[in-house]
């Protein structure tokens, strides 16, 4: 007798049979009938059946049986959960036993005359992460099943699941009862990761592999797909790791680990496997690729999990590799908002920002790379949704309302009618600030307030000019960092500051130095795992520990700036010292531009960010040595107040419109006003309006925000009396209350009216 198992693995496999079987016709459910036998006499099992999930109720219905009682067919069900059956769906995991009737989970159905049977391997039909069905072999005799054979019921289990959603296998109207796909309009709650509001259709970003797609006529013209694709990749990777040499002292661990995973031949092998088998190459990722998931997305070891993502992207790579180009710019639909798990630097760029309305992801945070290239983009974001992925099919109609940080999925007509409403208020109040662009900020009594911008990558530039902001107050050049997959060269470099200069033109802008470390992390760069990342070795520490990476972005700047005005910031100064050496060495680099004859700025100026508490107490010595400084709230508050920005369980625990934050910046703001030193806010709270006011009431006269909050920032200053406002603010300051939020609205409704 042969081994079970080997008939799928032999000349004629398994995946052959069954379609040879469906290429004869007949009705869809004696092509079922037929599928099961085959698959039964082919794992050498005396029972094969195929459980399907009801939409009504999600009840698992028996719907093809080889070896139980037919009449229990389309009679047989277990409700979600119930019985071994139920347990798969529930777990979306093979369960391989070898004694059924011992486990626990274990529901005895007379009708189906399963009571000889004692081996039981079961494995779910998996369509796009979700379980569909539940696909099961049975013998009589104890036994465990071998992984080879685990695997190919995997394997068929997962073409039986696209040929039953294509209707191949299921009548029409059978279909219609069989959840597919998700139905129910869903809500999910997240975090807000980019204000704005979004209606459109779901986009997957890493779509399900279509079943025309999945089985392949030639193994050898796979196999040499497989080859060249991986080898592709391989190259890829090892070239990210060589083009690391030189500048920095990299670790490269994430690289190598990547490296390490692409060159492993454990992984080759099951690719290689799934493709003789008769899988196409992309369905062989995806076959990989979901068994990796099982096993690793249980994981709870922070450690395991970093690997599954890193897997994860390896296998996005190898798709783009077998695409052909190593990349997935893809057509998108008009209103699309497109669904992640989670994105890498630069995937969002790849997509045609013109069409992209929304963006939500299943985990990220808001200081993750699509997060903050979501905000540069202007596109509406909300992240961390559990479950999303297996929620959300591709073309369902999906709502992402980042004002509550929620996600609607398939929403209601009622619901969709109210987004509507929200939508269209929002585009006429960008009609009303767009209107205002032209108009200084000035405030009723005369005070002129600064508006600036927050930029950081060129697409930023194309709004510069559309949102009236009077120059660049911060440009966060770690952006461009973080969307290369390598270090950007000096030339890289000077290249983009250049066009951040040219797009400027007349109006200022001020480059922050690399602001790397804590949460913004690059693959390329060393990164030393530590227990406290924002507390870690980050921004300008990081800096001058590496003064090379400092000093070749100093001279790019230089270089860029060909003789016009620049402005340079450090960020996160702690001490003293940290300035003045950082100061040092902009020094240096302008004193060796001009020994070579090159062209210094026109004027410098060189600045400091307030972010760390301990500056705020050394201001006398600190400002002298300034041209500027400009509070960075988001550090600043994160540090007042011992809690991570990153961490939405802190996060928002603190309120900055409380009198330790507003004293802490009304001290900065009079030590600034005492020495003459200009200063400005370029947290996130200055382009929140109510914010922005009570900053405004504190003295601050320059504010550089998002480029969202330009416009309702704007308008708050022009309807404010600065006067009164800081008569109000400053009787608060006195106040024991927690957070002082209410009073000042109720201050600033007094004094103006649009808040
Ligand atoms: C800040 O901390 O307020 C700031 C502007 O810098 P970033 O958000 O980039 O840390
Ligand atoms: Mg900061």
Known sequence: MAAPGVAIRGQRSLLKQIREALASGGPAQARLDMVVRIIARSMVAEVCSLYMRRAAAGDLELFATEGLDPKAVHVTRLKPGEGLVGEIMRQGRPLNLA????????????????????????????????????????????????????????????????????????????????????????????????????YGVAVLHEPPVAPSQLLSDDVAAEEARLKTAVAGLQTQIDQMLEGQAGLIEASFEVLETYRMFAHDRGWNRSLEDAVRNGLTAEAAVERVRSEHRARLGQARDPYLRERLHDLEDLNDRLLRHLAGDGHMARELPENAVLIARNLGPADLLEYDRTKLRGLLLEEGSAASHAAIVARALDIPCVGRLPGLRDLVSEGDPVIVDAETAEAYLRPRPDVVKAI????????????????????????????????????GLDVDLDILGETGAEGIGLFRTEFQFMVAEEMPRLDAQATLYGRVMDAAGDMPVTFRTLDLGGDKVLPYLEAEREDNPALGWRAIRMGLDRPALLRVQIRALITAAKGRPLRIMFPLVASVEEFRTARALVDHEVAWAQRRGRPAPSRLDVGAMIEAPSVIWHLDALLPMTDFVSVGTNDLMQYLFAADRGNPRVSDRYDPLSPPALRALEQIQRACAETGTPVSVCGEMAGRPLEAFTLVALGFEALSMPPAGVGPVKRMVLSCDREAARRGVSALLKSGAGSVRNEIETLARKIYLAV
Request: no cysteine.
């Open 420 to 455: 509507q409403a929200r939508i269209d208020v929002r585009a006429q109040r960008r009609a009303e600030f767009a209107k205002l662009r032209d108009t200084p900020a000035f405030t009723r009594d005369g005070a002129k307030v600064s508006l600036l911008m927050n930029a």
């Open 99 to 198: 004694d059924a009737p011992e486990h626990p989970a274990f529901s005895y159905r007379p009708e189906t005359g399963e009571d000889p049977y004692h081996a039981f391997l079961g494995v779910p039909l998996l369509r796009g992460g979700r379980a569909i069905g539940v696909l099961v072999v049975q013998n009589r005799t104890a036994r465990v099943y071998t992984e080879d054979e685990v695997e190919d019921l995997q394997i068929v289990a997962m073409v039986l699941a696209e040929m039953v959603a294509s209707g191949e296998l299921i009548s029409q109207d059978e279909l219609k009862g069989v959840e597919l796909a998700p139905r129910r309009p869903e809500r999910l709650k997240g975090s807000r990761f980019a204000d704005g509001l979004a």
